[in-house]
């Protein structure tokens, strides 16, 4: 099994909708988790960061952390056609393990 | 702030060629980590410092891949022999530690590798 997965898209969302992304992971000892993401041709950048329980909110991104169910999640709300990306999940202990991302697309 | 610099941006070589890449992290950064993508394998952590000094290479898919971090603001990752599986995009991040689990790692653009 590998350490952290995503569901595997790609994700089509018509413009002003909720994407749902979503991730789980294995290590139950894991601290802190990332959102990523990447542009096609581009590098990985960071859209949020979670490591408490609940919801963490950043302008149209929330992010959802349940550690019991080993399982984060990333809302985009009023998605827009700039949000079409690949969003990567990852782990964090020290080194970052990441998932394989999902391809969203936003469909003007 | 300059980021996190690479070079070159692309490279094509032939199997067998020596290939060379490079990083300059960002000033100050304390840790540096060397990324492969592929489309068939995502992104692989391939190793990372500390201070100059490697800390887990478990990542380096095998003997012909090394690492190099001779100071703080310069790493190599070298490829000899090449060949053409090896073809990716190879990242460089680096990041600071502040004794924070957030610590965030800011990537390079990337350097594209074609091994024909």
């Known amino acids: 099994q590998k350490e952290v997965e995503q569901n595997s898209g790609p994700l089509s969302v018509p413009e002003g909708a909720i994407a749902s992304l979503n991730c789980t992971y294995s290590?139950?000892?894991?601290?802190?988790f990332f959102w990523y993401r990447q542009y096609s041709g581009k590098s990985p950048e960071l859209i949020m960061f979670?490591?408490?329980?609940g919801d963490k909110e950043d302008g149209r991104f929330t992010a959802q952390l349940n550690k019991a169910s080993q399982y984060v999640s990333l809302l985009i709300r009023d998605s827009q056609p700039s949000d079409s990306a690949t969003y990567l999940c990852a782990v964090n202990d020290y080194k970052l393990s990441f998932g394989a991302g999902t391809t969203v697309t936003v469909r003007a | 702030d300059a980021g996190v610099i690479q070079s070159p941006r692309h490279e094509v070589t032939e199997m067998g060629q020596e290939v060379t890449l490079r990083c300059k992290p960002i000033s100050g950064h304390d840790y540096l980590f060397w990324y492969r993508q592929t489309m068939m394998r995502g992104l692989e952590l391939l190793i990372y410092f500390n201070n100059n000094v490697p800390i887990d290479d478990s990542g380096m898919p095998e003997d012909r891949f090394s690492a190099k971090m001779p100071n703080a603001s310069f790493s190599t990752l070298k490829i000899q022999p090449s060949e053409p599986r090896d073809s990716a995009v190879y990242f460089c991040a680096s990041k600071q530690d502040g004794g924070d689990r957030t610590d965030t790692q800011y990537f390079g653009p990337g350097t594209r590798l074609t091994v024909l």
């Open positions: 290590d139950r000892g894991s601290q802190s």
């Open positions: 979670i490591y408490s329980n």
